[in-house]
Each structure stands twice: as C-alpha cells, then as structure tokens.
C-alpha cells in the first residue's frame, strides 16, 4: 500500500510538471487590426464610412484645451480612461448613396499621405464603391486632410464627378492661398482651384441634392460647413470637424483646439451644433470620432457626452 501511495504521488508530480510546461511555441502575434469601411442605413440613403487611415501623437493638452492648465486637460482624458498624454487622430469620409447618386463627403490625405494615412482609394474600392462611381464630391472644408485625395497622379481621383463646397470657404482661401506656406499653397492650386469649373459654390442652408444640406460652422476654418441628411424622416448630421475628439471637445465644447483656425468661432459652432444634435435626440458623424465615427451626444453638465451608435442605424 505504501509503494501505491509513492507511485500515485509521483504521477501526479509529473502531470503538474507537465502542465507547467508548454509543449509547443507561443503563435506569433498579427497585429492590431481596424475594420477599413462600415456600412449603415438612414431611412432610403445608405451610408458607408470609410477609414482613411490614422495617426498617433503625444502630448495631448497640445491640441485640445490649449487655452486650459494642462493638468486639468490630463485629468479630464484620465477620468474617461483615455491616456493623459497620447491620442489617436483617425480619418473618416463618408460615401452617401441616395439611390440617384452617389456621394463622397471629404477625400482624406491621399497618395502621399503617410504609410498609415491616405487608404481612401483603396478602401472605397473594397467596400465594393468604384472612384468611377462617385458623382459628387463634397469638400466641407480645405485643410490638407480633407483635399489630400481629390487628385492622384496627375488626375482627378474621381473622374466622373462634379465638385461642391462652401462660397465662404473658396473665397477665404482663394484670397488666402499662402496662409499655410508654399507648398500648401501648390496643393490648393492643383487639388481645388483648378478644378474651379466644375465645383457648384454653396451658402448656409443650401442642398447639395434633395435631403443633404449645408450647415455653415465655421471657426475650424473660415467656411466649415456640416451637412444635414435627411431620408424617409431619419436624420444623421455630418459634422466633419466641428468636433475633433469624442471626449474632450463633447465634455469641454468651450475648450479651445489647435487646429481651430479662429478658436472661438469654432468653440461657437460646436457648442451650437452639438446642442442641436442633443436637444433633436439625431445622430452624427465627425471626420476625427474613432471608426466608425458615428454615434449620439447627450447633454452632460456644461458639455456633452458621446454615445456609439450601435446597432440602431441597422433597423
């Protein structure tokens, strides 16, 4: 009986001695992985967003809250679990089909945008959306980001489509094209002034076709415009940069940004729109909410807080 109990004793040591160790070499890791388009439903219009890619950066009271103490731009990143010194700045047109035309909103930064950036083209074509396909092209403002992809090579990216934009907007940097240096100034001039023939120049409440409307909210620049969808009464507002970060700019809407070319029109037009968006319970987009960069703002103290939508743009 006692040489039972050794044996048994031994048996089981050396099953534990082989559990603890693995009998086979950890599999390699792939990577992070991002979904490149995501499509939903608004009344008889679809809606596809497209990431155009991403970039990371540091030192985060830098760009949102500037005109804030930065510990208290830290502390309010920190209480929303985000890092307090790192963001991510993700990129996200929209391709708009109404059923009669196609629609691109924005053409992010295009083939020289970077090895994580400029995937506009590419992704289009995966989400099953030809660049031949696309008969307007809506530009909601000409930062770098946004009129990256208009041409590639030599030519238009999207060769079968008219242009529209802001009045206010082509003005400002028709009469302004060196404000940003020169090269910036041979990127409006190839990517947006020459293509001034076939670009339809828009006002404040104006539509683009029936039921996408421009919403002027300048401030991020001289004539940002937003646009209103509306189909079968189901309604989403594409912001594109009236409100660059989910947390920060929703919950401190008076916070100043970086990139706000006039920091307290753009602080104006966010405080304005994102009332609305709340107060009319509607869905928005915005060009920098991480993919698919869709969801809700509710009233949350002095600001805002962002809701993800979820599934409510499938039914």
Same mark, same amino acid.
């Given at each position: 009986?006692?040489?039972?109990?050794?044996?048994?004793?031994?048996?089981?040591?050396?099953?534990?001695?082989?559990?603890?160790?693995?009998?086979?070499?950890?599999?390699?890791?792939?990577?992070?992985?991002?979904?490149?388009?995501?499509?939903?439903?608004?009344?008889?219009?679809?809606?596809?967003?497209?990431?155009?890619?991403?970039?990371?950066?540091?030192?985060?009271?830098?760009?949102?809250?500037?005109?804030?103490?930065?510990?208290?731009?830290?502390?309010?990143?920190?209480?929303?679990?985000?890092?307090?010194?790192?963001?991510?700045?993700?990129?996200?047109?929209?391709?708009?089909?109404?059923?009669?035309?196609?629609?691109?909103?924005?053409?992010?930064?295009?083939?020289?945008?970077?090895?994580?950036?400029?995937?506009?083209?590419?992704?289009?074509?995966?989400?099953?959306?030809?660049?031949? &396909?696309?008969?307007?092209?809506?530009?909601?403002? %000409?930062? *770098?980001? #946004? @009129?990256?992809?208009?041409?590639? $090579?030599? !030519?238009?990216?999207?060769?079968?489509?008219?242009?529209?934009?802001?009045?206010?907007?082509?003005?400002?940097?028709?009469?302004?094209?060196?404000?940003?240096?020169?090269?910036?100034?041979?990127?409006?001039?190839?990517?947006?002034?020459?293509?001034?023939?076939?670009?339809?120049?828009?006002?404040?409440?104006?539509?683009?076709?029936?039921?996408?409307?421009?919403?002027?909210?300048?401030?991020?620049?001289?004539?940002?415009?937003?646009?209103?969808?509306?189909?079968?009464?189901?309604?989403?507002?594409?912001?594109?940069?009236?409100?660059?970060?989910?947390?920060?700019?929703?919950?401190?809407?008076?916070?100043?940004?970086?990139?706000?070319?006039?920091?307290?029109?753009?602080?104006?037009?966010?405080?304005?729109?994102? &009332?609305?968006?709340?107060?009319?319970?509607?869905? %928005?987009? *915005?060009? #920098? @909410?991480?993919?698919?960069?869709? $969801?809700? !703002?509710?009233?949350?103290?002095?600001?805002?807080?962002?809701?993800?939508?979820?599934?409510?743009?499938?039914?």
């Amino acid at each position: 009986m006692h040489d039972l109990k050794i044996s048994r004793r031994a048996a089981l040591t050396g099953l534990a001695a082989t559990a603890a160790t693995p009998a086979f070499a950890k599999a390699p890791q792939l990577g992070v992985q991002r979904p490149g388009f995501y499509r939903y439903r608004l009344g008889g219009f679809e809606v596809t967003a497209i990431l155009d890619g991403f970039v990371q950066f540091g030192d985060l009271p830098k760009t949102f809250g500037v005109d804030q103490v930065p510990d208290d731009v830290a502390a309010l990143a920190t209480a929303n679990f985000l890092p307090s010194d790192k963001s991510e700045n993700q990129y996200t047109p929209i391709v708009l089909n109404t059923g009669s035309e196609v629609i691109l909103f924005d053409t992010g930064n295009g083939e020289g945008g970077g090895p994580q950036r400029g995937k506009l083209r590419q992704r289009m074509i995966e989400s099953g959306i030809n660049p031949e &396909d696309v008969d307007i092209v809506v530009i909601t403002h %000409f930062h *770098g980001d #946004h @009129i990256g992809g208009l041409v590639e $090579g030599d !030519a238009p990216a999207f060769p079968n489509a008219r242009y529209v934009t802001s009045r206010t907007e082509f003005d400002w940097w028709k009469a302004n094209s060196d404000a940003r240096g020169e090269d910036y100034q041979k990127t409006l001039e190839r990517n947006v002034f020459a293509l001034a023939d076939q670009t339809t120049f828009l006002e404040d409440g104006q539509d683009v076709v029936s039921g996408v409307t421009l919403v002027a909210s300048h401030g991020h620049s001289p004539g940002h415009s937003a646009f209103h969808l509306e189909s079968e009464g189901r309604r989403l507002l594409h912001g594109a940069d009236f409100c660059n970060h989910h947390v920060l700019s929703l919950q401190r809407p008076d916070w100043h940004v970086r990139f706000d070319m006039d920091k307290e029109a753009g602080a104006a037009s966010r405080m304005r729109l994102l &009332d609305m968006i709340a107060t009319e319970q509607i869905p %928005f987009s *915005g060009y #920098h @909410i991480p993919f698919p960069a869709v $969801g809700y !703002a509710e009233k949350h103290g002095d600001g805002y807080r962002f809701t993800p939508a979820s599934y409510q743009l499938n039914l």
